[in-house]
């Protein structure tokens, strides 16, 4: 390996203390070229997505120490990955290092580059440290990207669940966050509607993992929203990394346009009128697809349960969001003659925002408790609806009468 580069010519000849010395009978000669191998380098890719890796091979010499590097040098540059055999020494910002080739002449060097290298074009270069022997290859990197679709016609009711999906090739995760009427320009959580914030990367609470094949998926339930929510356009931001509507410009993203609708409820009795022994059926529509609605019966003395216990009837809804209740006549002969009035409470979701206990109280997240039991029956219905009406609940109602004959 350290015969210079050229022609060499080999001749046996005998020596002289033999009979043959001088007497033509010295082999013929031959001749043999000795030559440098030229000093090469090739990338297995000629453009990476940053977040991803690509690998560069050095063909040269055997067993020989070159000097690998990107060119610019900056620490926003592709980095030399550590911990590999052929790589002999690595400098503290990653972008330069001593390689050894192995006995066939080649090295194989993997780089990495992450969401912060620069999405440009990167020059690669290997030089012998002993000669002017250099070569050079360029690797592109380039910015991931973020899409967003949503299933569905675009159009849902508050209540509804919406499946969140797409694709990322910017990142392991992708944050979401939305912006709309009466929300913080800069976007709040999906769910609890708290302001996102650059500054507080805690703050964004929405997330979903990117699959190895570089799609994402969330289900968002429209009826986990924690406060009251206005009907209308909303959009739905799906971002590269933890930043709000102000700092887009730093990161990948893309939207999606909702329009939600404020789950309604109809309601309608049987008869205006009800004999004490008769049956009355309390029956209607709601709409958001809800499980369940809530109906509260508020009379003289009655507050929905036996022995002046307050209850409120859990009525399954239908697939088409009909639903149905019947006063049976075991429950009607002992109602008193008089007024009652009836709160169908729709929870805009899967569990009601104003909850009762048997003992006749209310309660619920940002109202008040208040013991209906202790009301007459125009006042606990009023009390109810005032709770309902609270902006901290997303519930809707619809209010009916009837009256018990004698």
């Avoid at 980095?79 to 050894?100: L, R």
């Avoid at 739905?236 to 933890?242: D, K, L, P, R």
């Avoid at 309390?282 to 509260?296: F, L």
């Avoid at 009837?313 to 006063?327: A, I, N, P, T």
Wanted: aromatic share 8%; charged share 20%.
């Amino acid at each position: 390996q350290d015969a210079k580069a050229g022609t060499y010519t080999a001749l046996a000849k005998w020596t002289r203390d033999t009979d043959f010395f001088g007497k033509g009978y010295d082999s013929k000669t031959v001749t043999f070229e000795v030559l440098t191998k030229s000093l090469a380098i090739t990338a297995n890719k000629d453009s990476v997505v940053r977040g991803n890796g690509f690998t560069v091979t050095i063909t040269g010499e055997s067993r020989k120490d070159y000097t690998l590097f990107v060119k610019s040098g900056d620490p926003k540059s592709p980095m030399i990955t550590p911990g590999q055999t052929v790589v002999q020494s690595i400098a503290a910002n990653g972008t330069y290092g001593t390689v050894k080739t192995n006995a066939g002449g080649t090295a194989t060097v993997q780089f990495n580059t992450t969401q912060n290298t620069d999405d440009k074009t990167f020059t690669i270069r290997v030089e012998d440290p002993l000669s002017d022997k250099n070569d050079e290859v360029k690797v592109k990197v380039e910015a991931g990207s973020v899409t967003i679709t949503t299933s569905g016609t675009g159009t849902y009711y508050i209540g509804e669940e919406i499946t969140l999906s797409g694709t990322c090739t910017e990142g392991d995760k992708v944050y979401l966050f939305m912006t709309g009427p009466n929300l913080p320009t800069d976007g709040v959580t999906l769910t609890t509607l708290d302001k996102v914030s650059t500054t507080d990367k805690a703050s964004f609470k929405d997330t979903a993992d990117v699959n190895a094949d570089d799609t994402w998926s969330k289900k968002w339930n429209t009826g986990d929203i924690k406060k009251s929510i206005d009907a209308g356009g909303y959009t739905i931001y799906a971002v590269s990394t933890n930043v709000s509507k102000a700092d887009l410009s730093d990161a990948k993203y893309a939207t999606a346009s909702v329009n939600l609708r404020s789950g309604f409820i109809t309601a309608t009795t049987s008869g205006a009128t009800v004999a004490r022994g008769d049956e009355l059926t309390i029956s209607g529509t709601a709409q958001g697809n809800p499980n369940d609605v809530y109906i509260w019966i508020f009379g003289k003395n009655y507050y929905g349960g036996a022995d002046g216990k307050l209850e409120a009837r859990k009525v399954s809804v239908e697939s088409d969001g009909s639903f149905e209740e019947k006063l049976k006549s075991a429950d009607t002969t002992n109602f008193a003659a008089g007024q009652y009035f009836v709160v169908v409470q729709h929870p805009m979701g899967d569990n009601p925002g104003v909850k009762y206990d048997p003992s006749g109280v209310i309660y619920g997240d940002g109202i008040n408790n208040v013991t209906l039991t202790s009301l007459q029956a125009p006042a606990a219905a009023s009390a109810l609806i005032n709770a309902l009406d609270s902006p901290n609940v997303p519930d809707t109602y619809v209010k009916l009468t009837f009256v018990v004959a004698e």
